[in-house]
């Protein structure tokens, strides 16, 4: 059995279904987003070797990627024997021992041997000091210099699958002697940031080689103990991953019919909570929410698990903490949504104005950039958008009429409006950054998902989706959602090289509306007297 080094950072039942001969495979289509992950993961690596090789020059050896497996195998250890200084597309030889096989994007040379270096396409690094980074035109070890401006983004997932590639490299007889070293080239592709996988810098003052030497074997004895049909060695438990984990209707069935905890509890918690015997919601909503807890508990208060259990018991997804539920409002209200583009830029402000009248017509309008972000484009729109919020809230306060603008979950549109007062001061109509933060500290913005947060118990998250149709919202588009956004906005703008395709710039639009009309909704609801129909906790 070889294992890729994707299983290290894979849930542990994962491992075992997808190694399971009995196991049923997935059913559910492919996610599009995943695979345009995929897709642009790729495109980030043939641009990233196509300026390497120009960089690096006679010193660039390239393994074909079309060659078959044993090809492909036979060709870098041939480069590797040569001593050829940077290899791109390596296929390591297996290590039937280790149990594990792959390679590494790039593997270049030291004075004793190689190392390996990935090319991802997350940001590795922050402003800062301390990175140890090394050229794009020399990206060998040697020429790693302590950096002045950047300082490393841990990124755990990448230091686990460099140290599998530096396992294999071993295990091969030809990886650099000393201390264990993996370099990784970053979205920004302006240098390479070597990581040391000997410091003792994870919990419990662990290494990466050591994380990863513990976990790999654990996924080796998972997949074996799947395939030999020996006694399971991993189980269900609902974390984070499931939502997008194609085997969830497997695990979900499987865990609904256990009526396992982690149903409320996710992650961690619910691991300990069975570890204190509370297995199920059941025993859970057994439980003294006045009590102390069994075990402590990191994703929410104890008592707020055990109402969640026993609304789980009820199939109620919505309760209500207290007896009046209270939201903010204002004469004068403005519900905002705001889009981006991963970090490329925040293309679209969405805003939706009602209440009292001060002299500008109500409803939705959107203040966008259509030209693809990154664009200085991006400066107009924001600034457009902060001066009609400015003058909303000039005109409400002239008429003494009170103000509020509502977003939901504040932290995207924060960090938004601060990175572009930040990004294009000096253009006409950009506010300061001072006024931003001013706006974002007053008692006029305010967080809806705060106020969600405060006022309910959510069985089934707390998400603008799953909250708004309580209130009686429905969204236009079946198939509206962040990350098919993402899509919609590919096309929107013809980032792939196509024209730029209307109908899904107006889905965006319709998207984004439908949002503000959300929040406008549930804020509404909040206050309507339809509230009280929600059960109140205490009564559970
Ligand atoms: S659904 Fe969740 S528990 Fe099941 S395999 Fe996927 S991530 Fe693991």
Redesign the pocket.
Known sequence: MLLDAGVVNR?R??VH?EYDPQALRPTVAEDPTAQQRITDAAAHRRSVSGELSRLVGSRWAQVPSDLPTAERVAATRSLLDARAPAIWGGLLPADSDGGRRGGADLLVASRTGYLPVIVVRHKVTDPGAGARTAPLSAPWPGKARHDAHRKVRAQPRDQLRLAHALRLLQSAGVAALGRARGGVIGLDADVVVWHDLDAPTWPGGRTAMAEYDLRFADRLAVAQAAASDAEPLAF????T??RS?P??PT?GEALRRGRDVSLVLRGEDAVALRGAQVSTVDDLAALDPAADPPVPLAGMGFADAVLLARAWQRDLSLVRRHTEVTVPRADVEVDIDMESFGDAGAYLWGCLLSGAGIGVTPGYRAFATWEPVPTSDEARSFAQFWGWLADVRARAAARGYSFAAYCYNELAENRWMVSSAERFAGTPGVPPVADVEEFIASSHWVDLFGVVSAEFLCAHGKGLKTIAPAAGFSWHDSEAGGENSMRWYRDAVGLDGVEPDPVQRDRLLTYNADDVRATCALRRWMSSAAVAQVPFAGDL
């Not at 269900?236 to 974390?239: C, E, H, L, N, V």
């Open positions: 849930c039942r994962r279904l269900p438990s609902r974390i991953e499931c984990c085997w969830w695990c």
